[in-house]
């Protein structure tokens, strides 16, 4: 880096350079703001770096190489250049049909990867007749309300051979045990089996709401989930730690930062205290991250979670794999930033949070439909999407050289910037009891309901500009083309469960769920009896009820 000389002689030249030739044009032609900021509640971007604002950067302690500690560069020494990220499009159709049909046509446009949508009523555990579920069947994702839909899903689809997402939280374990079931009676060995469940329900307490148990028995099921898969299921991913909803809620970059690394550190602490070894379980962790529009921040964010991910794990549990250390995390472009008017230049925002989520070194990426502001995305919408990313990987040049941006004095300085803000950030939930303590008494919630509010009060006073939305307007019909789950597509949902009742053998689900509720009530780990009550074709109401008479439900 640069000597003490050279700084001060960098600072002079700054300086005069500020008082001769940017503040007299400032003087006359202003400038667009009078202030800068990376986003709302953000970081300061001023107008000009240089090497003075890096001065304290090490490099080997604070960069190093791909691949190797602290992994700020990438988790992988090849990254792209050895194999690009997974092209994993997330997708649920209303029936397993439908979503059968959508995961074929992705995979034969170039996908990579199956990440799977679940309906509001499988979200909360509910089965498609239940009450609790009228009007809701297949809307937001795919219906599966047993292991016959989750068979009718994966129809043609080998399991050794891709790897597949499941955003599912609180009956997370009864979906995973629902595509071990297929897997088994298919033929695939629990060793071969790969992709993701999310699985993280702190982050349902702060930010998505879609939660059934207390925090104690849900913290008690990840960490059989954890023990389980550890043994049987050595390749999946056990939990995906979300930074992506917490974001979509409102918060900051830094916050994102935070909040999920504190939650990562709550479900650490969790399984250790359960008596799980820390290298047993940790490479199987994983985490989820929001791609927004402010391209270089991404970058920044992505490059700092790897970095302190690498300090926590190995200062905080004294972790010994390397695996352990590095944070793998899939990207979904910014649900949150696409808008109803203009729906095109949807594509061109998602193409920009896309760039940022590569150029940050994800491990796999979800690019938004232009139309999902509307509804479930056609399947013009879900091509395109996908074709951002085909175009990005083989055109672009950005995935052919790892982490192209450092070194940059900006993103450099950004990406220290965003960790020290994430760290006191964290050194307060600490301070609070843990992020368990902090999400219960509400507060990571304030935090960042506050930053959401300022953002909504600046869009409507025009401080911040929405292209399409308050700035650059036009009229428009409405869009037409939206894909919608019909009154007939539901009504035959709700009866293929009823159906399912009426054929399978009743006596053998009852002495499942009541093996799993005697297991619930004591200390054995619950995975094994959730799997023999999925393959008993239990349903997912059934099992999740069978925990619901044991752990009651969580009432916020």
Same mark, same amino acid.
């Given at each position: 880096?640069?000597?003490?000389?050279?700084?001060?002689?960098?600072?002079?030249?700054?300086?005069?350079?500020?008082?001769?030739?940017?503040?007299?044009?400032?003087?006359?032609?202003?400038?667009?703001?009078?202030?800068?900021?990376?986003?709302?509640?953000?970081?300061?971007?001023?107008?000009?770096?240089?090497?003075?604002?890096?001065?304290?950067?090490?490099?080997?302690?604070?960069?190093?190489?791909?691949?190797?500690?602290?992994?700020?560069?990438? &988790?992988?020494?090849?990254?792209?250049?050895?194999?690009?990220?997974?092209?994993?499009?997330?997708?649920?159709?209303?029936?397993?049909?439908?979503?059968?049909?959508?995961?074929?046509?992705?995979?034969?446009?170039?996908?990579?990867?199956?990440?799977?949508?679940?309906?509001?009523?499988?979200?909360?555990?509910?089965?498609?007749?239940?009450?609790?579920?009228?009007?809701? &069947?297949?809307?937001?994702?795919?219906?599966?309300? *047993?292991?016959?839909?989750?068979?009718?899903?994966?129809?043609?689809?080998?399991?050794?051979?891709?790897?597949? *997402?499941?955003?599912?939280?609180?009956?997370?374990?009864?979906?995973?045990?629902?595509?071990?079931?297929?897997?088994?009676?298919?033929?695939?060995?629990?060793?071969?089996?790969?992709?993701?469940?999310?699985?993280?329900?702190?982050?349902?307490?702060?930010?998505?709401?879609?939660?059934?148990?207390?925090?104690?028995?849900?913290?008690?099921?990840?960490?059989?989930?954890?023990?389980?898969?550890?043994?049987?299921?050595?390749?999946?991913?056990?939990?995906?730690?979300?930074?992506?909803?917490?974001?979509?809620?409102?918060?900051?970059?830094?916050?994102?930062?935070?909040?999920?690394?504190?939650?990562?550190?709550?479900?650490?602490? +969790?399984?250790?205290?359960?008596?799980?070894?820390?290298?047993?379980?940790?490479?199987?962790?994983?985490?989820?991250?929001?791609?927004?529009?402010?391209?270089?921040?991404?970058?920044?964010?992505?490059?700092?979670?790897?970095?302190?991910?690498?300090?926590?794990?190995?200062?905080?549990?004294?972790?010994?794999?390397?695996?352990?250390?590095?944070?793998?995390?899939?990207?979904?472009?910014?649900?949150?930033?696409?808008? +109803?008017?203009?729906?095109?230049?949807?594509?061109?925002?998602?193409?920009?949070?896309?760039?940022?989520?590569?150029?940050?070194?994800?491990?796999?990426?979800?690019?938004?439909?232009?139309?999902?502001?509307? *509804?479930?995305?056609?399947?013009?919408?879900?091509?395109?999407?996908?074709?951002?990313?085909?175009?990005?990987?083989?055109?672009?040049?950005?995935?052919?050289?790892?982490?192209?941006?450092?070194?940059?004095?900006?993103?450099?300085?950004?990406?220290?910037?965003?960790?020290?803000?994430?760290?006191?950030?964290?050194?307060?939930?600490?301070?609070?009891?843990?992020?368990?303590?902090?999400?219960?008494?509400?507060?990571?919630?304030?935090?960042?309901?506050?930053?959401?509010?300022?953002?909504?009060?600046?869009?409507?006073?025009?401080?911040?500009?929405?292209?399409?939305?308050?700035?650059?307007?036009?009229?428009?019909?409405?869009?037409?083309?939206?894909?919608?789950?019909?009154?007939?597509?539901?009504?035959?949902?709700?009866?293929?469960?009823?159906?399912?009742?009426?054929?399978?053998?009743?006596?053998?689900?009852?002495?499942?769920?009541?093996?799993?509720?005697?297991?619930?009530?004591?200390?054995?780990?619950?995975?094994?009896?959730?799997?023999?009550?999925?393959?008993?074709?239990?349903?997912?109401?059934?099992?999740?009820?069978?925990?619901?008479?044991?752990?009651?439900?969580?009432?916020?």
């Amino acid at each position: 880096m640069f000597d003490a000389d050279d700084l001060d002689e960098i600072r002079a030249g700054y300086d005069q350079w500020e008082a001769e030739t940017y503040g007299p044009t400032v003087d006359r032609f202003g400038e667009r703001n009078e202030a800068f900021t990376t986003d709302t509640g953000g970081q300061t971007v001023d107008p000009l770096y240089t090497p003075d604002d890096v001065s304290d950067l090490e490099y080997e302690e604070d960069l190093g190489y791909p691949g190797e500690q602290p992994y700020t560069r990438g &988790v992988y020494s090849t990254m792209y250049r050895g194999r690009l990220w997974t092209m994993r499009q997330y997708a649920g159709m209303g029936t397993a049909a439908e979503t059968n049909d959508r995961f074929n046509y992705l995979m034969d446009e170039g996908q990579t990867g199956l990440s799977m949508a679940f309906d509001l009523p499988t979200q909360m555990g509910y089965d498609s007749d239940s009450a609790m579920a009228e009007g809701e &069947v297949g809307k937001s994702g795919v219906a599966i309300d *047993s292991l016959d839909d989750m068979e009718t899903v994966f129809e043609g689809i080998p399991l050794d051979e891709v790897s597949t *997402s499941m955003t599912i939280n609180a009956p997370a374990s009864v979906l995973l045990a629902m595509y071990i079931a297929v897997g088994d009676k298919t033929g695939v060995d629990r060793e071969e089996l790969r992709g993701t469940i999310q699985n993280d329900i702190l982050k349902e307490y702060i930010a998505r709401n879609t939660y059934i148990f207390p925090p104690e028995p849900s913290m008690r099921i990840i960490t059989d989930i954890f023990e389980f898969c550890t043994e049987e299921v050595p390749n999946f991913n056990t939990i995906s730690i979300s930074g992506y909803h917490i974001r979509e809620a409102g918060a900051t970059a830094a916050q994102e930062l935070a909040f999920t690394l504190g939650d990562g550190l709550e479900y650490v602490e +969790a399984a250790v205290e359960a008596g799980l070894d820390v290298d047993d379980f940790a490479p199987q962790l994983s985490f989820f991250f929001n791609a927004h529009n402010n391209v270089l921040e991404e970058v920044a964010k992505f490059r700092a979670a790897r970095r302190m991910w690498y300090k926590l794990m190995d200062e905080h549990f004294d972790a010994e794999k390397p695996a352990s250390k590095q944070l793998k995390f899939h990207t979904q472009t910014a649900g949150s930033t696409l808008t +109803a008017q203009q729906v095109e230049n949807n594509v061109v925002r998602v193409a920009y949070q896309a760039l940022a989520a590569v150029l940050g070194g994800t491990q796999s990426l979800h690019t938004n439909g232009k139309d999902e502001a509307l *509804s479930l995305p056609t399947e013009e919408s879900v091509r395109t999407a996908l074709r951002t990313q085909q175009i990005l990987a083989h055109e672009s040049g950005a995935a052919d050289t790892i982490d192209p941006l450092a070194g940059s004095y900006y993103v450099e300085s950004l990406t220290d910037e965003l960790e020290a803000e994430a760290f006191d950030l964290l050194e307060e939930v600490d301070e609070r009891g843990g992020m368990r303590q902090a999400v219960e008494n509400r507060w990571v919630q304030k935090q960042i309901q506050d930053v959401a509010f300022d953002r909504q009060r600046e869009i409507e006073t025009g401080e911040r500009i929405i292209v399409g939305v308050n700035e650059f307007e036009v009229d428009e019909e409405p869009k037409e083309d939206i894909e919608e789950v019909s009154e007939e597509e539901q009504r035959q949902q709700r009866e293929r469960v009823q159906e399912l009742r009426e054929s399978r053998d009743n006596e053998a689900v009852e002495d499942a769920l009541a093996a799993l509720r005697d297991a619930a009530e004591g200390s054995d780990n619950v995975m094994p009896y959730i799997v023999d009550a999925v393959k008993a074709y239990a349903t997912t109401g059934e099992i999740c009820n069978a925990m619901r008479d044991v752990f009651g439900e969580y009432q916020g």
